[in-house]
């Protein structure tokens, strides 16, 4: 590794990815949840990246919020050159890369930066040293404002207990081995096989071995950058905790929605053991003994201000929300650590088809609406909650700018000619102006938008032949009839949610 690494893997960039939930309208929707207030920027809001890799989730942010300022810091410079070129190349001027390590902002030889609203980092405090992790803390106590956010996901134990051996086989070998980090991993790979089929005891009762072995595709850079750090380690709730709390910041609540509701995530006997303990660390902690989590997602606030449980379900009842994919494939059953959380019909279905029907719209709007023929909830913060748990409905912002339009437009069609590169698990991220933030959608939702924008009268019929035809080789036989009619019946269907979100008029 070269010598300024830090015992990080700098031999290879990091994949190109983008998370969503660091965008500033997610975090202050989860700080409403938990009964605490966003931050309140006068003037422009000021949001910070830390460890911002490839610049993608930066680079959305900044392009869906032109009225924040976006500084995003890697210590890496091949990744801040392209991703700087990229910004400049989406003409994306709210948006500055910086490269720095942590250390060096922690001892004043970094660039020269604000005070932030916002602090995010997506994986990075498990991944680095002792002393970059001290370096963090003093930059969130320097540079965070009263009132900011901090958004910090990482590897967490007691979960991901059996990642340690895994890991450290995986660094051992490769350290071993000539070649690049991906290389190097890839030996690791071969070598924790070959033990398994041998009959490798702590192997063979290691479940994250099988399922790491049964991945198809893996990809090499990911596993580089997870595996083949000197410093990775997973963290204790309660360490990290600890260690924010040196910069005056308090843990506020989960990042992700379903993991507010202790009834879908621990058992009732569960629940009333950690209801003896008062302290807040204490219990977050013992919830970790109790779920099968290997990955946390924080959201920590300095100077936490919070609300009555009235005032809470008030400003809830206020926030509009949008459907984001069509009614007839919304979910009224989520998978849980519990089992399955079964979302009672009488109640939601008349809020996800008014959704579809209208639009962004609050909750407050829908529940006071006369045509509202459902069930009263009991609760606005667990329908809120678990709307966003769904993964079908985001908070919204009514789109008023013909620019800001036009610009997520202009992102988005850069983004459907290298669908391949920018593909993951989650889909493809487009800039929707209606959700101030990316949004992973199918590659169909993709194309589809695309020569929408290119063709604004376009027809059902004619769009789905041309979605058919936009990857096809030129020499390919026509597709059959029945394949034409379900995609008609498709962008028939999302037509409407795609305006919701502005990605078309």
């Given at each position: 590794?070269?010598?300024?690494?830090?015992?990080?893997?700098?031999?290879?960039?990091y994949?190109?990815?983008?998370?969503?939930?660091?965008?500033?309208?997610?975090?202050d929707?989860?700080?409403?949840?938990?009964?605490?207030?966003?931050?309140?920027?006068?003037?422009?809001?000021?949001?910070?990246?830390?460890?911002?890799?490839?610049?993608?989730?930066a680079?959305?942010?900044?392009?869906?919020?032109?009225?924040?300022?976006?500084?995003a810091?890697?210590?890496?410079?091949?990744?801040?050159?392209?991703?700087?070129?990229?910004?400049?190349?989406?003409?994306?001027?709210?948006?500055?890369?910086?490269?720095?390590?942590?250390?060096?902002?922690?001892?004043?030889?970094?660039?020269?930066?604000?005070?932030?609203?916002?602090?995010?980092?997506?994986?990075?405090?498990?991944?680095?040293s002792?002393?970059?992790?001290?370096?963090?803390?003093?930059?969130?106590?320097?540079r965070?404002?009263?009132?900011?956010?901090?958004?910090?996901?990482?590897?967490?134990?007691?979960?991901?207990?059996?990642?340690?051996?895994?890991?450290?086989l995986?660094f051992?070998?490769?350290?071993?081995?000539?070649?690049?980090?991906?290389?190097?991993?890839g030996?690791?790979?071969?070598?924790?096989?070959?033990?398994?089929?041998?009959?490798?005891i702590?192997?063979?009762?290691n479940?994250?071995?099988?399922?790491?072995?049964?991945?198809?595709?893996?990809?090499?850079?990911?596993?580089?950058?997870?595996?083949?750090?000197?410093?990775?380690?997973?963290?204790?709730?309660?360490?990290?905790?600890?260690?924010?709390?040196e910069?005056?910041?308090?843990?506020?609540?989960?990042?992700?929605?379903?993991?507010?509701?202790?009834?879908?995530?621990?058992?009732?006997?569960?629940?009333?053991l950690i209801?003896?303990?008062?302290?807040?660390?204490?219990?977050?902690?013992?919830?970790?003994y109790?779920?099968?989590?290997t990955?946390?997602?924080?959201?920590?606030?300095?100077?936490?201000?919070?609300?009555?449980?009235?005032?809470?379900?008030?400003?809830?009842?206020?926030?509009?929300?949008?459907?984001?994919?069509?009614?007839?494939?919304?979910?009224?059953?989520?998978?849980?650590?519990?089992?399955?959380?079964?979302?009672?019909?009488?109640?939601?279905?008349?809020l996800?088809?008014?959704?579809?029907?209208?639009?962004?719209?609050?909750?407050?709007?829908l529940?006071?609406?006369?045509?509202?023929?459902?069930r009263?909830?009991?609760?606005?913060?667990?329908?809120?909650?678990?709307?966003?748990?769904?993964?079908?409905?985001?908070?919204?912002v009514?789109?008023?700018?013909?620019?800001?339009?036009?610009?997520?437009?202009?992102?988005?069609?850069?983004?459907?000619?290298r669908?391949a590169?920018?593909?993951?698990?989650?889909?493809?991220?487009?800039?929707?102006?209606?959700?101030?933030?990316?949004?992973?959608?199918?590659?169909?939702?993709?194309?589809?938008?695309?020569?929408?924008?290119?063709?604004?009268?376009?027809?059902?019929?004619?769009?789905?032949?041309?979605?058919?035809?936009?990857?096809?080789?030129?020499?390919?036989?026509?597709?059959?009839?029945?394949?034409?009619?379900?995609?008609?019946?498709?962008?028939?269907?999302?037509?409407?949610?795609?305006?919701?979100?502005?990605?078309?008029?």
């Amino acid at each position: 590794m070269s010598d300024w690494s830090g015992g990080y893997v700098t031999d290879v960039e990091y994949v190109t990815a983008c998370y969503p939930e660091q965008a500033p309208i997610h975090l202050d929707l989860m700080a409403l949840l938990a009964g605490v207030e966003a931050p309140n920027a006068r003037g422009r809001a000021q949001y910070c990246e830390l460890g911002a890799g490839q610049g993608l989730t930066a680079i959305l942010i900044a392009a869906t919020n032109p009225e924040i300022d976006v500084h995003a810091i890697d210590f890496m410079p091949a990744q801040v050159a392209r991703a700087q070129a990229l910004a400049d190349q989406l003409e994306i001027g709210n948006v500055q890369f910086h490269e720095a390590s942590f250390i060096d902002m922690a001892e004043g030889r970094g660039p020269a930066l604000p005070r932030f609203h916002y602090v995010t980092m997506h994986g990075v405090y498990s991944w680095v040293s002792r002393e970059n992790q001290r370096a963090i803390v003093k930059f969130l106590a320097d540079r965070l404002e009263p009132g900011g956010l901090v958004y910090t996901s990482y590897n967490a134990l007691p979960g991901w207990s059996e990642g340690i051996p895994v890991q450290r086989l995986l660094f051992d070998v490769g350290s071993h081995r000539a070649g690049n980090p991906a290389e190097r991993v890839g030996a690791g790979f071969d070598l924790m096989e070959k033990l398994l089929k041998s009959g490798a005891i702590h192997l063979t009762s290691n479940q994250l071995v099988k399922e790491l072995l049964e991945v198809e595709g893996r990809n090499p850079t990911y596993l580089a950058h997870e595996y083949m750090n000197q410093y990775w380690k997973p963290l204790f709730f309660a360490d990290v905790a600890r260690d924010f709390a040196e910069a005056k910041l308090e843990y506020a609540g989960p990042a992700r929605p379903l993991e507010l509701f202790d009834q879908f995530m621990i058992s009732d006997e569960q629940q009333a053991l950690i209801a003896r303990f008062p302290d807040p660390i204490l219990a977050e902690t013992l919830r970790d003994y109790c779920r099968p989590r290997t990955f946390r997602a924080d959201i920590h606030v300095k100077g936490a201000r919070r609300m009555s449980g009235a005032e809470r379900d008030a400003r809830l009842a206020a926030v509009p929300l949008t459907l984001c994919k069509s009614p007839l494939d919304f979910a009224y059953q989520l998978e849980t650590p519990t089992g399955v959380a079964t979302l009672a019909e009488e109640t939601y279905r008349p809020l996800v088809e008014a959704l579809a029907e209208r639009g962004p719209t609050t909750i407050g709007e829908l529940l006071t609406d006369p045509a509202y023929k459902g069930r009263r909830p009991t609760s606005v913060t667990e329908v809120v909650g678990m709307l966003m748990a769904s993964r079908a409905v985001s908070a919204a912002v009514p789109v008023e700018d013909p620019a800001l339009t036009a610009h997520c437009r202009q992102i988005n069609r850069y983004v459907a000619h290298r669908m391949a590169q920018l593909q993951t698990r989650s889909g493809v991220p487009l800039a929707a102006p209606a959700l101030r933030n990316a949004r992973h959608l199918e590659q169909i939702d993709v194309v589809a938008t695309y020569l929408i924008n290119q063709q604004p009268g376009i027809g059902d019929e004619a769009l789905a032949a041309r979605i058919l035809a936009f990857a096809a080789p030129d020499d390919a036989p026509p597709p059959p009839a029945e394949e034409r009619d379900r995609l008609r019946a498709v962008v028939a269907g999302r037509r409407g949610i795609w305006r919701y979100l502005g990605l078309i008029d």
